[in-house]
């Protein structure tokens, strides 16, 4: 064990997995230490960083945003903001109506700039496209064809869609397990989901089987 002296204030420690530490300072600024307590020079200013997973942070500075962590040091030259956290390996990022999906090198994976997204719910990702929008897993590919209203994270690899104004259920592979004609879908406990349409009450389990109480 050595003593460690800061020649800064510090307000909070993050640790970011084997590529060290992440400390922020009184006047929110971080300072990246390596995993044996090294400080280490990035070269830029680090405004409001904020650890995003896998190893990563990212932080806002003069003109531009920068991943960083271990081996990764990664520029973006426009204002890029973060879209949640790394999931299942990509980190979604903003700038407007402009995004896309980054691997842990800061990487566009997918080589796409999507008009609208949301970050991956397990092993897929929501994206919108033209004519609507469809579901995307880790490569990219669509899993079903685009042209939804809407579709949200109903559970780990479980989405909801609607048609406005009825709701449905997908599985990530695009199947239907219950037909969009409710007007209300909700997510219960123990795997339990609840369809209302014209005030009648419905339950499913999460394969869309109906459950009926006695």
Do not use: C
Not at 65 to 86: A, I, R
Not at 99 to 106: C, E, S
């Amino acid at each position: 064990d050595k003593e460690l002296i800061f020649q800064f204030s510090p307000t909070s420690i993050e640790v970011m997995g084997e590529n060290g530490y992440l400390v922020i300072d009184a006047d929110k600024v971080g300072h990246y230490f390596s995993p044996s307590w090294e400080e280490i020079d990035l070269g830029v200013t680090l405004r409001r960083p904020k650890y995003v997973g896998e190893g990563i942070a990212i932080s806002r500075t003069s003109g531009y945003t920068v991943l960083f962590g271990g081996d990764v040091f990664v520029k973006f030259f426009e204002d890029w903001s973060h879209n949640g956290t790394y999931e299942n390996g990509f980190l979604l990022l903003r700038k407007k109506d402009s995004l896309q999906f980054v691997n842990t090198a800061g990487i566009n994976q997918f080589q796409r700039i999507y008009a609208d997204a949301k970050p991956f719910n397990g092993d897929y990702a929501t994206v919108k496209e033209t004519d609507g929008w469809t579901l995307i897993n880790g490569q990219g590919n669509f899993q079903i064809l685009p042209g939804f209203d809407e579709i949200s994270p109903l559970g780990t690899n479980v989405f909801s869609t609607k048609a406005l104004p009825e709701y449905g259920l997908y599985d990530a592979h695009g199947n239907e397990l219950i037909p969009v004609q409710y007007n209300q879908l909700n997510f219960l406990r123990n795997g339990i989901i609840q369809g209302r349409k014209d005030g009648v009450i419905s339950y499913f389990d999460v394969s869309g089987k109906p459950i009926v109480f006695h």
